[in-house]
């Protein structure tokens, strides 16, 4: 969803084009895995693909449903992970979603290996495919740290991320409660990388030391076995599947989690934060507070289409 909006705000700037909505997609051997349901882990899977359908319909959006109806002269996406075969020949501008995995071992062997798939290392590898024209980020935090990784410095533009340019808004929320210590969970182990979650729950009741304990679980993670160890380990949380998490961090006295893009929201609010990210890199990376993101990078996209 986080994506699904940041494109639905961006859509909203530019009244003057035909605008076409597609949950994120694949081609090729990845849509076979996507078909045999092997690919549930991730935004290309069924359950989040279905829940992008439901929020286009719900707010009335064109959809084309993997781009096939029409010759586009621009296309907009949240990820290059996977860069599908029919928008291979078009503009694109990429937009930073929101955090990036840590440099792992498949970073270093993708950026030694190229042609290797970038959807097995993750988003430690975002912006490395260069099938883009642009790629818009949150700061010049961002910036820096995609240029160290490897992406073409004169391609970046700092625009601000529509979701995390104006993080005060979430104060303005109907969520009925305040001061509590707030969990983001990751999706780690969906990813195949090792979370011991139960010494994860553990040091958020440590943490807590006797206040209301909140969990939100990520979108992506198997919610059934989520919930079924906090249930265990901590019984007295409250669990939330869906909703609004930047609302419930503007909420929050206290926020935790390992590595997860709230942790922006959480951070641009002054909220006490415990998270696996260096404090201080935080404040580096942190974006930019104009609420301006979705113009600016609807502006990168009319000098794409020559409309300046």
């Given at each position: 969803m986080n994506q699904t909006t940041q494109m639905h705000q961006i859509a909203d700037e530019l009244v003057e084009c035909d605008n076409y909505f597609t949950p994120h997609y694949a081609t090729g051997f990845v849509d076979v895995l996507r078909k045999f349901r092997l690919a549930e882990m991730s935004v290309i899977g069924y359950r989040l693909a279905n829940r992008c359908l439901e929020y286009l319909k719900l707010h009335n959006l064109s959809v084309?449903?993997?781009?096939?109806?029409?010759?586009?002269?621009?296309?907009?996406?949240?990820?290059?992970?996977?860069?599908?075969?029919?928008?291979?020949?078009?503009?694109?501008?990429?937009?930073?979603?929101?955090?990036?995995?840590?440099?792992?071992?498949?970073?270093?062997?993708?950026?030694?290996?190229?042609?290797?798939?970038?959807?097995?290392?993750?988003?430690?590898?975002?912006?490395?495919?260069?099938?883009?024209?642009?790629?818009?980020?949150?700061?010049?935090?961002?910036?820096?740290?995609?240029?160290?990784?490897?992406?073409?410095?004169?391609?970046?533009?700092?625009?601000?991320?529509?979701?995390?340019?104006?993080?005060?808004?979430?104060?303005?929320?109907?969520?009925?409660?305040?001061?509590?210590?707030?969990?983001?969970?990751?999706?780690?182990?969906?990813?195949?990388?090792?979370?011991?979650?139960?010494?994860?729950?553990?040091?958020?009741?440590?943490?807590?030391?006797?206040?209301?304990?909140?969990?939100?679980?990520?979108?992506?993670?198997?919610?059934?076995?989520?919930?079924?160890?906090?249930?265990?380990?901590?019984?007295?949380?409250?669990?939330?599947?869906?909703?609004s998490a930047e609302e419930m961090v503007a909420n929050c006295q206290t926020f935790i989690t390992r590595f997860s893009s709230t942790v922006l929201v959480a951070a641009a609010l002054g909220k006490e934060t415990v998270s696996d990210i260096d404090p201080d890199e935080l404040k580096v990376l942190a974006p930019v507070q104009h609420a301006k993101a979705a113009k600016n990078i609807a502006d990168v996209c009319r000098e794409l289409l020559n409309l300046v």
């Open positions: 084309d449903y993997g781009g096939r109806k029409y010759d586009y002269d621009l296309v907009v996406t949240c990820a290059d992970l996977i860069v599908q075969k029919n928008i291979r020949d078009k503009k694109v501008i990429l937009v930073q979603e929101g955090m990036v995995d840590p440099i792992n071992f498949v970073y270093h062997l993708i950026k030694k290996f190229p042609f290797l798939p970038h959807w097995w290392a993750g988003t430690n590898v975002a912006g490395l495919n260069d099938q883009y024209i642009y790629f818009c980020v949150a700061s010049d935090g961002y910036r820096d740290l995609f240029v160290e990784r490897g992406v073409n410095h004169n391609k970046i533009r700092i625009t601000g991320i529509p979701n995390f340019d104006n993080c005060r808004k979430y104060y303005d929320n109907d969520f009925p409660h305040r001061d509590y210590v707030l969990v983001c969970t990751s999706d780690f182990r969906e990813k195949y990388r090792y979370e011991n979650r139960k010494q994860f729950i553990r040091q958020a009741l440590e943490i807590a030391n006797g206040r209301q304990l909140f969990f939100k679980l990520h979108p992506s993670e198997n919610h059934t076995r989520a919930e079924a160890e906090i249930k265990r380990w901590a019984p007295d949380a409250l669990v939330y599947k869906t909703g």
